[in-house]
């Protein structure tokens, strides 16, 4: 996309915003000499960015995490984005969930690390190993939506399909199944079916980091995935997953190889918690930084971090902008 020099928008239409006047908006920090948000992709916040970047401080630090893959389009879209609306990329910070996304948006002048959203999983709450008859060869949980590609499990025995809302996407065909939910199921019961599983499906080929396939870690199962662009395959090795072609007789064979070859449960579950803990850790050092170029001197970032962890990250509710933005300017 051809980057647009003058602050001409009225040509410029992001490819997508959010449709509703709730989504995820967090004021992370606040005090005099520093403002922290928290927002999910540039684009999806165009139109309040267009109506009220004018009235960002000088001390105000966008902390930008990446809700779905960020590819060398969504960068030149960005970049689009901060030409017409004449940001600080300085006060800007992508926490990117892979290496790929963090090289796309590099070249456009982003500054960013890769620290994967998944880790903001909070492990304590519901998804947890549990001692229990494995019934089923696979599960997946994933709406009914086409990217989620449900036929690829076409050839897997005894597969469970745990669905969620569908935001307002068609409902696309499923394969044969021994268990399909017919209401939504509260997170114990999803642990549990998780549980029974051999091992956890995730077959899209492009999405964000994808919270069921971290579910399916924290609950100790491992994972077969297709190939993908997003995030979630910087949790995979060789012991907890297997990557394999978009291919229905292929996702099958990995299954029928974790079900011969079971996995320690507790392994899994470790080695996730501590690659969340090494994301967290650059997450703490990131606050470090924020807090000592603006000189803030009395918030320990590692206390602060943990005081304020919130699961999954995203707050969705309606900003006030005119209460964080009509004020006076510094």
Request: aromatic residues 16%; proline residues 5%; neutral net charge.
């Amino acid at each position: 996309m051809e980057i647009i020099k003058q602050r001409d928008y009225k040509n410029f239409k992001p490819s997508y915003t959010w449709p509703n006047p709730a989504f995820p908006f967090r004021l992370y920090y606040d005090s005099p000499k520093c403002r922290i948000f928290i927002i999910e992709n540039i684009q999806h916040n165009w139109n309040w960015m267009l109506e009220w970047h004018e009235h960002f401080r000088k001390t105000d630090f966008f902390i930008v995490y990446c809700g779905w893959y960020h590819s060398p389009a969504y960068a030149n879209e960005a970049d689009t984005i901060f030409s017409i609306l004449s940001l600080d990329k300085t006060q800007f910070f992508f926490m990117y969930n892979s290496q790929l996304e963090m090289d796309n948006f590099a070249v456009k002048g982003f500054q960013g690390e890769v620290i994967n959203h998944n880790a903001w999983l909070d492990e304590n709450l519901v998804m947890r190993p549990l001692v229990i008859e494995k019934v089923y060869g696979a599960i997946y949980v994933a709406r009914r939506s086409a990217f989620k590609r449900h036929l690829l499990a076409s050839k897997v025995s005894s597969l469970a399909l745990v669905a969620g809302i569908n935001h307002g996407n068609a409902i696309s065909d499923i394969p044969k199944y021994d268990y399909l939910n017919d209401r939504p199921l509260s997170p114990e019961e999803v642990c549990e079916k998780i549980n029974q599983a051999h091992c956890g499906l995730i077959l899209s080929e492009e999405e964000g980091t994808c919270f069921a396939s971290s579910e399916y870690l924290l609950c100790g199962i491992p994972v077969v995935s297709t190939l993908s662009r997003g995030g979630r395959d910087v949790w995979y090795n060789e012991y907890n997953s297997i990557i394999c072609e978009p291919a229905a007789d292929k996702v099958a064979a990995a299954v029928e190889e974790f079900m011969r070859s079971p996995r320690d449960p507790q392994k899994i579950r470790r080695m996730h918690l501590e690659q969340s803990e090494e994301y967290r850790s650059k997450f703490i050092g990131l606050l470090s930084e924020i807090f000592n170029r603006f000189g803030v001197e009395d918030v320990e970032p590692s206390s602060y971090f943990k005081k304020t962890f919130f699961h999954k990250l995203r707050k969705s509710y309606k900003p006030d902008f005119k209460a964080f933005f009509g004020g006076n300017n510094s």
